[in-house]
């Protein structure tokens, strides 16, 4: 069987996370092609459904990136962000998903290189964790 | 009129447009776009220099009150400023730029192959042509002294198969005569020619090139496509060199004593990306001083350094063949010893020369040239000539790299408006689109566009696998691939697919929306669509760049990515923006000389200003610099008076801003001053904060006497001080002080300059005195290179040190002398220097305040606490925030010649939205259904700014009331729409079902084609 | 507003265990300004019931349906027709009265809470509820400075403070502010202490809970 290769939604802010995603590719940054990215407007608009519904639909991992916290375009939508992902991540836990399948980082529009790493960090713990249990029953 | 259609012309030309003035753009090439347009990546972010400007091209192209004169000369200028009259002369195309469709027939046919001087002479074209793809105008046309038909009267093939019948060979160089108010001279430079230089061999040995010829090498649209080969056997070189300042910093064999301050930067560059091409390839760098001393360069040398780079200090004296095209250099290196190395492609680093035509121009335009030949003007007036009424920018006044041509157009856009400031609006014209279709009623009709973007995505991304897929994703009518979507040829197919395919929602699978999704939107207004029923898809930045090696897990990706966008594409809207007024002053927060320069052209061009200053004096640090080559306290005190006397500037000393709010046109923002809060209502605000000398902890400062800061010896100067004319003292200077180290990793910019600079003031005054400079690179970039020239000639020493082999040491000996060691670089041994004085050039620290400026007016800082702008490159005078500018030390050290540029930059950039009569608000904001509002308030405490409010029912206020959001003030973050209890509120454009529908489409395969 | 909270996610998928076709009901009162039973909260615990079941390969089909209220028939009168398609478990996202109202109207259905009705109050701020009310059906709250002792005071005692009140705060939690403790400062501040100082008759609780379960009939409304 080839190596598993997850299916990762990542929705990146438009000021510092989607930047940062164009700021690795201007740089060249080679980085796992199993992350794919959404634009969403501030890391504020993130909301637990889209989240839900990407697991549902059989991704293996979801990834909210906002800029650094301080550093949000909107003030505090990071921070919200932040909150809804740990509340889903509870929810996650508590039906037997693995809350590791979802995580948020904050990065700035220069942070090119550590948007990579993230990134790779990121679908690396999804990696270990095997194909979501969804995805295998979509299969099935 | 702006002469010169490169990065600063265009520039220039796009802000006096916006600001209100109708502009001729005038330039003497076929098309325009200039060096930027031949140019691969761009330091130092390596973006995609032709992506970065093919959108100002078309900016330009389609603005409605920019002229673009191709072809033509300028002839004469006669009248005064305010009132000029310009004779231009209209070279023949050949063409008919009104029949011609670029579709390239008579290129094919055309039988005379010349040398290609935009691939600079790599490979040939033929006489008849484009210069490039994303040309402004894509137009082909004729040239005259290399076709053979007109030249010898035979052929005329183009003629026979332009479908078009665009070919007229009988046109006519015309006369036409402008009525101007001011005039932009902004031509640009010529790249040196190496073959005077005997020793490099240029115009022999084939793998001995140019920068630039590498630069088209690299180029994805070049004469390779892009493959890094050398020219002689096409061969990819595993080994190439870089020779630094060819054709500068030499006056032995090519008479140009200046510095050209780019090349270091782009060999770097070019070493980096070619590196990235083939990672076993071996790069080295030959030097006499690195100069990245620009925002994030010294960063960019560093990360050069650990990829791999080598530099070596040295300048090459012999140059051999071998008979397979190798090059060896012999060379002599820091210890002293003959080397001798070969490598398989050599790359001359050559500098910035004046224009061929610049001694014409000049003369026709009756402005004076400065001694090295590029036009004249004074440090503290850097934009203006010697004729009232005419300004210059960019490296047509001196050698100078993007961003700083950048804040030099615009600049020179605030002085050519002043001019003719009550002429505003008079000329301009207004932009009518085709009447808009609804398109409502109709199922989702989706046109797809795949882009090669040259070969940056399709040498990764299979697209014609990409494009076969696309085809039969449900509501997809047409699916194509495109070589350059944003090229003008291609945004009219775009326009004529929309028309003819009855496309109502529009799919371009290329790069970032962040740059490219304005002048798309711009197309489908132009076809008669709302602009909002477009969506991208990123599979460049976002896949064929970040998955170089995994070709087809990338066109995978890419198919997924589309996939998405043209599921949220079919539940897109038409969505319409709003008129709202703005409030026609600005906010300018720091009164040195960046702001009292910012505040002053905004008041000249006619608008309030709010000038706040957090201490009791206005001036910042101006009044403290000394400089032997201008009277900068005297401008500086000329400054304040006439910034304290203008009617329009209100200062505000002693005031900090707590908190602001508001969006562009109508910002809010509360101070503290001596009598307590208050608020002001801007427009605009420009953030010049400044900066101030860095305090060390080292070489003895604050314990000895003697060891003075580069600001306390300009004390000394400026008072005329005895205590440097003694007979027999020694000064010494150290460079870098707690700079370009680990902890403060930056160059900032100045202190070389800074430190010659005082040397001659001390020699002038003290010939007899000793002087040592302690340097690591000399960073006298540009004209500043005379300095160091004449500092060396009057017998200032300089002596180079480097981290690694150790930094000088300072002690304190007998007599109030001050010791200092250090190892000689010629001497290989420590040497003993008993100086009298030490200076220490400690550069600059961003000002301590910027934490605060960060929050209140939501901000950015870089790694090293300077405000980050839009875009380092393009947007050096714009904030991330629309209508944020910046200017001076905020941004990033400089010299106060590059301050004035910046503020006035900034008050172009304010004048482009002051100038407007209103704002277009609304689109993508959150938006309340009042039906299903449960008026929980949820979203009036989510609210990050407050916007929301319960409002009663419009249509009946006996109803039960609703939440509203303010279309001009929501900011469009959707807080408010992730919160929402009821589900009540949609955020336009990115609303759940459109981004559910684009998640699940990314995630599963493909579904079936709606029957 | 009656203040909700959503019980534990194993609670209600106890409720359906084994089960194929579930109905999850909304309102749009209460509990939507409170952010316990609204449309979004609804389409959240859906899309949660789903996954579970997805991860485990159970069948399970969640359909989500948000009404205006569920205290009224009228309303609830609206599922009639999606009721009729055979659901094996309604679930109410509303206070107590809903899944009630749901079962006398549908009396075949088997209906269940998917929310804990805690307490009659209001938000303090976004996310921050506190409890107000007790519903004792007889408001003397204008005889303690406009705030509730009954409610608010852990002991609901009618003539406080009690020596628990220190600093302000009750005994029993720190988190807990001792009502006792502001109503004597609003008298303090607005120099009324002496209108404070009376001894409060017995209440009357015969309005209570006391006399059994309640009910309250206006002639003059009732058709």
Same mark, same amino acid.
């Given at each position: 069987m080839s190596e598993?290769?997850?299916?990762?939604? #990542?929705?990146?802010?438009?000021?510092?996370?989607?930047?940062? /995603?164009?700021?690795?590719?201007?740089?060249?940054?080679?980085?796992?092609?199993?992350? !794919?990215?959404?634009?969403?407007?501030?890391?504020?608009?993130?909301?637990?459904?889209?989240?839900?519904?990407?697991?549902?639909?059989? #991704?293996?991992?979801?990834?909210?990136?906002? @800029?650094?916290?301080?550093?949000?375009h909107f003030l505090d939508g990071n921070i919200r962000a932040k909150k809804r992902v740990v509340y889903l991540q509870n929810e996650l836990k508590k039906i037997g998903l693995e809350?590791?399948?979802?995580?948020?980082?904050?990065?700035?529009?220069?942070?090119?290189?550590?948007? #990579?790493a993230y990134v790779d960090e990121f679908a690396g713990v999804v990696k270990g964790l095997g194909p979501s249990p969804i995805k295998k029953q979509l299969a099935a | 009129m702006v002469i010169g259609g490169g990065i600063a012309g265009i520039q220039s030309a796009l802000d006096l447009a916006e600001m209100g003035f109708f502009v001729y753009m005038v330039e003497k090439g076929p098309a325009i776009g200039g060096r930027m347009a031949q140019l691969d990546k761009t330091f130092p972010t390596n973006d995609c220099s032709i992506c970065m400007i093919s959108p100002k091209l078309n900016d330009v192209g389609g603005h409605i009150n920019i002229e673009i004169l191709t072809l033509t000369d300028v002839l004469g200028v006669k009248g005064k400023e305010g009132d000029f009259e310009v004779k231009l002369r209209k070279n023949p195309r050949y063409i008919d730029m009104s029949k011609c469709i670029a579709c390239g027939e008579c290129a094919t046919k055309c039988p005379k192959k010349v040398s290609n001087y935009f691939n600079e002479g790599v490979d040939t074209r033929k006489a008849v042509y484009v210069e490039y793809a994303q040309a402004v105008p894509l137009k082909f046309s004729i040239n005259d002294k290399e076709c053979i038909y007109l030249t010898k009267g035979k052929c005329g093939n183009c003629k026979k198969v332009c479908p078009a019948n665009a070919v007229n060979y009988e046109d006519k160089a015309e006369e036409v005569t402008l009525k101007v108010g001011s005039v932009v001279v902004a031509s640009g430079f010529d790249v040196f020619d190496p073959t005077v230089a005997e020793t490099y061999r240029y115009s022999q040995w084939p793998n001995v090139i140019t920068a630039m010829e590498y630069e088209r090498i690299l180029s994805a649209s070049g004469p390779f496509q892009g493959h890094l080969i050398r020219p002689s056997d096409h061969k990819e070189p595993k080994k190439i060199a870089w020779l630094q300042c060819v054709g500068s910093r030499d006056v032995n064999r090519c008479d140009k004593r200046y510095c050209s301050a780019v090349c270091c930067m782009y060999a770097i560059k070019e070493a980096v990306i070619s590196k990235e091409h083939a990672s076993d390839l071996e790069a080295s760098v030959f030097y006499m001083d690195i100069r990245t001393?620009?925002?994030?360069?010294?960063?960019?040398?560093?990360?050069?350094?650990?990829?791999?780079? $080598?530099?070596?200090?040295? *300048?090459?004296?012999?140059?051999?063949?071998?008979?397979?095209?190798?090059?060896?250099?012999?060379?002599?290196?820091?210890?002293?010893? *003959?080397?001798?190395?070969?490598?398989?492609?050599?790359?001359?680093?050559?500098?910035?020369?004046?224009?061929?035509?610049?001694?014409?121009?000049?003369?026709?335009?009756?402005?004076?040239?400065?001694?090295?030949?590029?036009?004249?003007?004074?440090?503290l007036t850097p934009i203006n000539s010697t004729r009232p009424g005419v300004f210059a920018c960019g490296a047509v006044n001196e050698p100078k790299d993007i961003p700083t041509t950048v804040m030099e157009a615009s600049a020179a856009a605030e002085a050519a408006g002043r001019v003719i400031a009550e002429a505003r609006g008079t000329m301009t014209k207004t932009r009518e689109y085709p009447p808009e279709r609804d398109v409502k009623d109709e199922a989702p009709r989706i046109g797809v566009f795949i882009c090669h973007c040259g070969i940056n995505i399709a040498s990764v991304i299979d697209i014609e696998d990409v494009v076969n897929y696309c085809k039969d994703l449900p509501f997809v009518e047409l699916c194509t691939n495109t070589l350059f979507a944003c090229?003008?040829?291609?945004? &009219?197919?775009?326009?004529?697919?929309?028309? !003819?395919?009855?496309?109502? %929602?529009?799919?371009?699978?290329?790069?970032?929306?962040?740059?490219?999704?304005?002048?798309?939107?711009? #197309?489908?207004?132009?076809?008669?669509l709302n602009k909002y029923l477009f969506e991208m898809a990123n599979i460049r930045d976002q896949d064929s760049w970040?998955?170089?090696?995994?070709?087809?897990?990338?066109?995978?990706?890419?198919?997924?990515?589309?996939?998405?966008?043209?599921?949220?594409?079919?539940?897109?809207?038409?969505?319409?923006?709003?008129?709202?007024?703005?409030?026609?002053?600005?906010?300018?927060?720091?009164? &040195?000389a960046a702001g009292l320069n910012s505040a002053l052209s905004i008041a000249q061009l006619g608008y309030p200003v709010h000038l706040l200053e957090k201490t009791d004096v206005l001036g910042g640090n101006g009044p403290k610099i000394f400089s032997r080559e201008k009277d900068v306290r005297g401008y500086v005190a000329k400054l304040i008076k006439d910034v304290e006397s203008h009617p329009l500037i209100k200062i505000y000393k002693n005031t900090v801003p707590k908190s602001s709010h508001g969006f562009v046109g109508n910002f809010e923002t509360k101070c503290l001053g001596p009598e307590g809060e208050f608020s002001i209502s801007h427009g605009v605000t420009v953030l010049c904060a400044g900066g101030h000398a860095h305090k060390p902890n080292s070489y003895l400062y604050g314990e000895n006497p003697n060891v003075l800061l580069s600001l306390d010896m300009d004390e000394l100067l400026a008072t005329n001080s005895e205590a440097i004319k003694k007979p027999g003292q020694t000064f010494a200077f150290i460079q870098c002080v707690e700079s370009r180290e680990p902890e403060r990793p930056y160059c900032s910019k100045i202190c070389c300059t800074h430190s010659i600079e005082s040397a001659l003031t001390i020699l002038d005054r003290n010939p007899e005195a000793t002087i040592y400079i302690l340097c690591r690179d000399v960073r006298t970039y540009g004209f500043r290179e005379k300095l160091y020239q004449e500092a060396r000639s009057r017998g200032?020493?300089?002596?180079?040190?480097?981290?690694?082999?150790? $930094?000088?040491?300072?002690?304190?000996?007998?007599?109030?002398?001050?010791?200092?060691?250090? $190892?000689?670089?010629?001497?290989?041994?420590?040497?003993l220097i008993e100086a009298d004085c030490l200076t220490l050039a400690t550069g600059v620290d961003p000002t301590p305040m910027r934490e605060e400026i960060v929050e209140v007016f939501k901000g950015q800082l870089s790694a090293e606490g300077f405000l980050f702008e839009a875009h380092m490159k393009l947007r050096p005078v714009d904030l991330a925030t629309d209508g944020q500018f910046l200017a001076g030390l905020a941004h990033y050290p400089k010299p106060l010649e590059e301050t004035i540029v910046q503020a006035k930059a900034s008050a172009a950039r304010v004048a482009t939205i002051l100038s407007k009569e209103y704002i277009m608000v609304g689109g993508v904001i959150a938006v309340v259904d009042p039906e299903k509002c449960a008026v929980c308030c949820t979203c009036v405490r989510a609210c990050p700014v407050q916007v929301p409010k319960i409002v009663r029912n419009e249509t009946d206020p006996a109803l039960r009331g609703h939440a509203f959001m303010e279309p001009a003030m929501c900011h469009g973050c959707g807080v408010c729409v992730s919160e929402c209890p009821g589900k009540a509120i949609k955020f336009q454009f990115f609303t759940d079902e459109q981004l559910l529908a684009k998640v699940e489409a990314m995630i599963v395969e493909k579904k079936a084609k709606p029957a | 507003m009656i203040i909700c909270e959503r019980k534990p996610i194993d609670e209600i998928k106890s409720f359906i265990a084994g089960k194929k076709k579930v109905l999850l009901v909304g309102c749009r009162g209460c509990v939507t300004v409170c952010n316990a039973g609204g449309t979004k909260e609804v389409e959240i615990l859906a899309a949660l019931l789903r996954l579970d079941a997805q991860k485990d390969g159970n069948e399970l089909t969640v359909d989500e349906f948000t009404l205006e209220r569920q205290?009224?028939?009228?309303?609830?009168?609206?599922?009639?027709?999606?009721?009729?398609?055979?659901?094996?478990?309604?679930?109410?996202?509303? @206070?107590?009265?809903?899944?009630?109202?749901?079962?006398?109207?549908?009396?075949?259905?088997?209906?269940?809470?998917?929310?804990?009705? @805690?307490?009659i109050g209001g938000a303090l701020a976004h996310g921050i509820w506190t409890e107000h009310c007790q519903a004792c059906g007889n408001c003397v709250i204008h005889l303690y400075g406009g705030m509730c002792p009954v409610s608010r005071c852990s002991k609901s005692i009618m003539n406080g403070p009690c020596g628990g009140s220190s600093n302000g705060v009750c005994e029993i939690s720190k988190e807990v502010e001792c009502v006792w403790h502001l109503i004597a400062s609003k008298y303090m501040d607005?120099?009324?202490?002496? !209108?404070? /100082?009376?001894?409060?008759?017995?209440?009357?609780?015969? $309005?209570? %809970?006391?006399? &059994?379960?309640?009910?309250?009939?206006?002639?003059?409304?009732?058709?």
């Open positions: 598993f290769e997850p299916k990762i939604i #990542a929705f990146c802010c438009q000021y510092c996370a989607y930047n940062a /995603a164009d700021t690795a590719g201007s740089m060249r940054l080679q980085y796992t092609p199993n992350v !794919e990215i959404v634009l969403i407007p501030c890391s504020g608009r993130f909301d637990v459904i889209l989240a839900l519904k990407a697991l549902q639909s059989g #991704a293996d991992g979801v990834y909210v990136a906002g @800029c650094l916290e301080g550093g949000c809350p590791e399948r979802l995580a948020m980082v904050n990065v700035s529009a220069s942070q090119g290189p550590q948007f #990579a | 001393y620009g925002k994030d360069f010294e960063k960019y040398y560093n990360r050069a350094i650990d990829a791999g780079v $080598k530099f070596i200090r040295s *300048r090459v004296h012999t140059l051999t063949p071998e008979p397979n095209g190798d090059v060896t250099l012999e060379y002599i290196d820091d210890l002293g010893e *003959r080397q001798s190395e070969t490598f398989e492609l050599i790359v001359l680093s050559v500098g910035m020369t004046p224009r061929a035509n610049l001694p014409r121009l000049a003369e026709s335009l009756d402005i004076d040239l400065n001694e090295e030949g590029f036009i004249q003007t004074q440090p090229s003008a040829d291609s945004l &009219g197919k775009i326009k004529d697919a929309i028309l !003819e395919h009855k496309l109502n %929602r529009l799919v371009v699978a290329s790069c970032t929306p962040r740059t490219h999704e304005p002048m798309f939107r711009e #197309a489908l207004a132009q076809a008669g970040v998955h170089q090696k995994e070709p087809a897990k990338a066109t995978q990706k890419a198919k997924d990515l589309v996939r998405g966008a043209v599921a949220k594409a079919a539940l897109l809207e038409q969505m319409y923006q709003t008129r709202m007024g703005l409030t026609k002053e600005a906010l300018v927060v720091g009164a &040195g200032v020493r300089f002596i180079k040190y480097c981290l690694d082999c150790g $930094k000088p040491e300072v002690t304190a000996g007998p007599n109030g002398k001050l010791h200092i060691t250090i $190892k000689d670089h010629v001497l290989n041994r420590p040497v | 205290c009224d028939p009228e309303y609830i009168d609206e599922l009639a027709d999606l009721v009729g398609k055979g659901y094996d478990a309604i679930l109410s996202m509303a @206070c107590s009265v809903g899944p009630q109202f749901l079962s006398r109207r549908y009396p075949k259905e088997q209906i269940y809470p998917s929310l804990n009705t @805690c307490f607005e120099g009324r202490l002496s !209108e404070f /100082a009376p001894i409060q008759p017995i209440k009357d609780w015969t $309005k209570s %809970r006391d006399g &059994g379960p309640r009910k309250i009939v206006r002639e003059e409304l009732v058709k």
